[in-house]
């Protein structure tokens, strides 16, 4: 094979890449070759490249890579062994006709998705559980990520696309407010997106760390608002009231453009400029001159972004602090413009795509409702199926897990028995970690689908190898709702299958058409986009082809868009009235009081530059790991000593939901009431030992970013 142009399989901002085959030496006889990594000048990397994609290809030759399929003989006490693809298939074939009583009750066997699948991928899971499973108890990790921000757009626009615009317009913005983000170590090359702004001092970010990104921030004179953990939604109302009372606020825009202000200002009103800085803890010089670079930026049409990510949308208020920021930038008129806007940076490589497709519990593909009457006829005709067919919705991501094992849910319906996962690990990425795990270990048959043995597949009973991302075709839609071809550069091992094979080979032994599930990834993206026409994500002009032939397409591109939609809003919100929806709710006073106990600290969770989250991969990679090998709960020196800790002893940090083993590392520059930890590691270090799984009522996302914690040294 020579060169082949891809993107790097991790992140949502698809860094362009080429893979070329290495020349073995005479040590590489008998042994995978590793691919070689060159960057590519992709709009959103321009030839960079960070740890992670320099070193991804490592991950296709690594030692213990899955090249068999695995089965745990002699029960859960038993040992995985390997096994062939036929025992594999029959195994599961006869576990879901026990768990589902002979396909009586679908709904005992569930699955869950992930946004590293493919879009080609994620529909077909979603499919398979609709169709070849029949059951409703379908979601996915991006609950964990996405969905408080999806909620939040969906509410204020009408339509969740992360970025409605391209990445590159923020290149010449002046002002960019970033809210809980922190792309100099999650997305590095984009930060080269960010430079006009951090060179005209109006780089803006809310962080409770000093972070890399709020480092480049400040050191270029911009500003860092470094509020208490959990206080976003009091942060965004607070600056509401003084671009407002500044008479910073677009009228003509609110009254054209919008909807709902009155109600708004009603709460934001009581945000006084004094109380936010007592709530939030960010003194109100920063807050003016924060809503002031916004402001100016944008009245001189210079550029002006509010970006949103995981800091501020990762809580169980998540939807509601993400509607609050949206409706700063609308009191400042910057979405549905040129040169200004909203957005949030979607996380995983598919992240985008894979919250269109199907993998949500309530969703059909083209992002259409589950619910929606005309929504099921579409996607039935195109299935050919009967839209009674298609179950209703399901359970979200941790109400689905913490159903496992159960003869009757939580919320009072029959539990699940049986669980697929296909690009997840939630024994370490899923909150309240510790219960999870004790789940799935519970579960008549738990089938992981993975390339590497995760802690996952760890627990499995059945364990199913499948190929990597160089090693398989298909499509990604990146932070920018762009759609992307991603290629095969490298043969497969041996012993390995396809994803979309393996849904048709179980669906072919659960006794449905194997036309159902085509396994040509072209074939499927074909399919995909006749599901897709006319939702919301409509992808129907798309294909393989007019990707391969080097165009840029942005969806939704159908038949009114043929040529994709880079920019949305320009005209009008995609809101039945075509107005935005000013949505503002801070809370009552006890959410936002972030007191916490005597003896208590504020424990938030997060990333490292070389880690990608649960760690499964990048742990692999030993330069990576070298670098961050363990867990570490970093605090400040004060916080340390009053907790009787030094730099580098291992404290035990106890939330409700259970405690956290981490290595103490001091850093002058962390509040004195927050402690950091990042989730990439396994066992006892496991950040997710101490989240709670309380959940956002819209969004079902569980309180990553704020737990109360007491420490001790261990
Ligand atoms: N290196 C690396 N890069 C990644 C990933 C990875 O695992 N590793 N994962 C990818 C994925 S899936 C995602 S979703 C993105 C996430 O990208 P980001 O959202 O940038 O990442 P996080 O580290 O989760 O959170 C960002 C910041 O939020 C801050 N924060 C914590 N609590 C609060 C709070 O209450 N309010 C505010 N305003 N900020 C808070 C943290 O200190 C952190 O610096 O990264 C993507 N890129
Ligand atoms: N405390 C805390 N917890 C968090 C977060 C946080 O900020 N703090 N962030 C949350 C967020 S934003 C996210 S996105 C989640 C992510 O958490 P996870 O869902 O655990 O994400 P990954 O570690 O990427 O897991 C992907 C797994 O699937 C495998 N895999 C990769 N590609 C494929 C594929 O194509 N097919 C199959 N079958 N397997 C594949 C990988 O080897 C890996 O084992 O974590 C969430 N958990
Ligand atoms: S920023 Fe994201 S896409 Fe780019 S190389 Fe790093 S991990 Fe890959
Ligand atoms: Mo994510």
């Given at each position: 094979?020579?060169?082949?142009?891809?993107?790097?399989?991790?992140?949502?901002l698809?860094?362009?890449?080429?893979?070329?085959?290495?020349?073995?030496?005479?040590?590489?006889?008998?042994?995978?070759?590793?691919?070689?990594?060159?960057?590519?000048?992709?709009?959103?990397?321009?030839?960079?490249?960070?740890?992670?994609?320099?070193?991804?290809?490592?991950?296709?030759?690594?030692?213990?890579?899955?090249?068999?399929?695995l089965?745990?003989?002699?029960?859960?006490?038993?040992?995985?062994?390997?096994?062939?693809?036929?025992?594999?298939?029959?195994?599961?074939?006869?576990?879901?006709?026990?768990?589902?009583?002979?396909g009586?009750?679908?709904d005992?066997?569930?699955?869950?998705?992930?946004?590293?699948l493919?879009?080609?991928?994620a529909?077909?899971?979603?499919?398979?559980?609709?169709?070849?499973?029949?059951?409703?108890?379908?979601?996915?990790?991006?609950?964990?990520?996405?969905?408080?921000?999806?909620?939040?757009?969906?509410?204020?626009?009408?339509?969740?696309?992360?970025?409605?615009?391209?990445?590159?317009?923020?290149?010449?913005?002046?002002?960019?407010?970033?809210?809980?983000?922190?792309?100099?170590e999650?997305?590095?090359?984009?930060?080269?997106?960010?430079?006009?702004?951090?060179?005209?001092?109006?780089?803006?970010?809310?962080?409770?760390r000093?972070?890399?990104?709020?480092?480049?921030?400040?050191?270029?004179?911009?500003?860092?608002?470094?509020?208490?953990?959990g206080?976003?939604?009091?942060?965004?109302?607070?600056?509401?009231?003084?671009?407002?009372?500044?008479?910073?606020?677009?009228?003509?825009?609110?009254?054209?453009?919008?909807?709902?202000?009155?109600?708004?200002?009603?709460?934001?009103?009581?945000?006084?400029?004094?109380?936010?800085?007592?709530?939030?803890?960010v003194?109100?010089?920063?807050?003016?001159?924060?809503?002031?670079?916004?402001?100016?930026?944008?009245?001189?049409?210079?550029?002006?972004y509010i970006?949103?990510?995981?800091?501020?949308?990762?809580?169980?208020?998540?939807t509601?602090?993400?509607?609050?920021?949206?409706?700063?930038?609308?009191?400042?008129?910057?979405?549905?413009?040129?040169?200004?806007?909203?957005?949030?940076?979607?996380?995983?490589?598919?992240?985008?795509?894979?919250?269109?497709?199907?993998?949500?519990?309530?969703?059909?593909?083209?992002?259409?409702k589950?619910?929606?009457?005309?929504?099921?006829?579409?996607?039935?005709?195109?299935?050919?199926?009967?839209?009674?067919?298609?179950?209703?919705p399901?359970?979200?991501?941790?109400?689905?897990?913490?159903?496992?094992?159960?003869?009757?849910?939580?919320?009072?319906?029959?539990?699940?028995?049986?669980?697929?996962?296909?690009?997840?690990?939630?024994?370490?990425?899923?909150?309240?970690?510790?219960?999870?795990?004790?789940?799935l270990?519970?579960l008549?048959?738990?089938?992981?689908?993975?390339?590497?043995p995760?802690?996952t597949?760890?627990?499995?009973?059945?364990?199913l190898?499948?190929?990597?991302?160089?090693e398989?075709?298909?499509?990604?839609?990146?932070?920018?709702?762009?759609?992307?071809?991603?290629?095969?550069?490298?043969?497969?091992?041996?012993?390995?299958?396809?994803?979309?094979?393996?849904?048709?080979?179980?669906?072919?032994?659960?006794?449905?058409?194997?036309?159902?599930?085509?396994?040509?990834?072209?074939?499927?993206?074909d399919?995909?986009?006749?599901?897709?026409?006319?939702?919301?994500?409509?992808?129907?002009?798309?294909?393989?082809?007019?990707?391969?032939?080097?165009?840029?397409?942005?969806?939704?591109?159908?038949?009114?868009?043929p040529?994709?939609?880079?920019r949305?809003?320009?005209?009008?919100?995609?809101?039945?009235?075509?107005?935005a929806?000013?949505?503002?709710?801070?809370?009552?006073?006890?959410?936002?009081?972030?007191?916490?106990?005597?003896?208590?600290?504020?424990?938030?969770?997060?990333?490292?530059?070389?880690?990608?989250?649960?760690?499964?991969?990048?742990?692999?990679?030993?330069?990576?790991?070298?670098?961050?090998?363990?867990?570490?709960?970093t605090?400040?020196?004060?916080?340390?000593?009053?907790?009787?800790?030094?730099?580098?002893?291992?404290?035990?940090?106890?939330?409700?939901?259970?405690?956290?083993?981490?290595?103490?590392?001091l850093?002058?520059?962390?509040?004195?009431?927050?402690?950091?930890?990042?989730?990439?590691?396994?066992?006892?270090?496991?950040?997710?030992?101490?989240?709670?799984?309380?959940?956002?009522?819209?969004?079902?996302?569980?309180?990553?970013?704020?737990?109360?914690?007491?420490?001790?040294?261990?």
């Amino acid at each position: 094979m020579t060169r082949t142009d891809t993107h790097c399989p991790y992140c949502a901002l698809q860094c362009g890449m080429a893979l070329s085959p290495t020349t073995p030496s005479q040590d590489d006889v008998g042994r995978r070759v590793p691919l070689e990594v060159t960057p590519l000048d992709f709009p959103t990397n321009r030839g960079r490249l960070c740890r992670k994609g320099w070193s991804s290809a490592q991950v296709l030759g690594v030692g213990d890579r899955l090249t068999t399929p695995l089965l745990r003989r002699g029960g859960k006490s038993g040992e995985l062994a390997p096994a062939t693809w036929g025992e594999a298939f029959d195994v599961i074939a006869e576990a879901v006709h026990r768990a589902s009583a002979g396909g009586r009750e679908p709904d005992r066997v569930g699955v869950f998705g992930g946004g590293g699948l493919t879009n080609e991928k994620a529909y077909m899971l979603g499919k398979f559980a609709r169709l070849g499973l029949g059951t409703s108890q379908i979601d996915y990790n991006g609950r964990w990520c996405m969905s408080s921000a999806a909620a939040g757009a969906a509410r204020c626009f009408g339509l969740d696309r992360g970025m409605p615009f391209p990445l590159a317009d923020l290149d010449d913005a002046e002002a960019i407010l970033l809210v809980g983000a922190n792309p100099a170590e999650t997305m590095p090359p984009m930060v080269t997106h960010l430079d006009t702004a951090r060179e005209s001092g109006g780089l803006m970010v809310v962080d409770p760390r000093r972070s890399a990104t709020a480092r480049l921030a400040d050191e270029a004179g911009g500003v860092h608002l470094q509020n208490r953990p959990g206080t976003d939604a009091a942060l965004a109302a607070g600056l509401l009231h003084i671009a407002v009372t500044r008479g910073w606020a677009d009228r003509d825009y609110i009254r054209d453009r919008t909807s709902g202000f009155d109600d708004a200002w009603a709460v934001a009103s009581q945000w006084l400029p004094e109380r936010t800085e007592a709530v939030t803890g960010v003194g109100v010089p920063a807050l003016r001159a924060a809503v002031e670079r916004l402001a100016t930026a944008a009245r001189a049409g210079r550029g002006a972004y509010i970006l949103t990510a995981r800091g501020a949308e990762q809580s169980s208020r998540g939807t509601d602090t993400v509607a609050t920021w949206i409706a700063l930038a609308l009191a400042l008129g910057l979405p549905g413009r040129k040169r200004s806007g909203w957005g949030t940076i979607t996380g995983q490589g598919n992240g985008q795509g894979g919250r269109e497709h199907g993998q949500k519990c309530d969703q059909l593909p083209g992002y259409r409702k589950i619910t929606d009457p005309a929504a099921r006829a579409h996607v039935a005709a195109v299935w050919g199926v009967d839209p009674d067919a298609i179950p209703g919705p399901g359970r979200s991501a941790f109400e689905l897990l913490d159903a496992c094992g159960r003869d009757v849910a939580a919320d009072g319906r029959p539990g699940v028995q049986m669980l697929f996962v296909h690009a997840s690990n939630p024994v370490v990425s899923a909150p309240d970690a510790a219960r999870v795990a004790e789940r799935l270990d519970t579960l008549d048959t738990l089938v992981v689908a993975d390339f590497v043995p995760s802690e996952t597949a760890q627990l499995a009973d059945v364990v199913l190898p499948v190929r990597q991302w160089a090693e398989e075709e298909g499509t990604v839609t990146n932070l920018e709702g762009r759609v992307l071809r991603r290629r095969r550069a490298a043969e497969p091992p041996a012993g390995t299958r396809d994803e979309l094979e393996i849904l048709r080979a179980l669906a072919e032994r659960l006794g449905r058409p194997a036309h159902w599930f085509p396994t040509d990834p072209a074939e499927v993206f074909d399919e995909l986009a006749r599901a897709s026409a006319g939702g919301a994500a409509d992808y129907s002009a798309i294909s393989h082809a007019r990707l391969d032939a080097g165009e840029a397409l942005h969806w939704p591109c159908g038949a009114d868009s043929p040529g994709g939609t880079p920019r949305l809003f320009l005209g009008s919100f995609a809101t039945a009235d075509g107005r935005a929806v000013f949505s503002l709710d801070v809370g009552a006073p006890d959410t936002f009081d972030t007191r916490v106990a005597e003896r208590q600290v504020v424990l938030t969770t997060g990333r490292l530059l070389g880690h990608y989250q649960s760690g499964a991969q990048t742990r692999r990679v030993p330069e990576l790991h070298r670098t961050d090998p363990e867990a570490t709960a970093t605090m400040h020196p004060d916080t340390a000593t009053s907790f009787d800790l030094a730099d580098g002893v291992m404290v035990r940090i106890r939330g409700r939901a259970g405690s956290i083993e981490a290595r103490v590392l001091l850093d002058p520059t962390s509040r004195r009431d927050t402690v950091f930890v990042p989730f990439h590691f396994p066992g006892a270090g496991r950040a997710n030992l101490a989240t709670e799984a309380s959940l956002d009522p819209h969004s079902r996302m569980p309180d990553f970013k704020v737990n109360n914690v007491t420490m001790e040294a261990i």
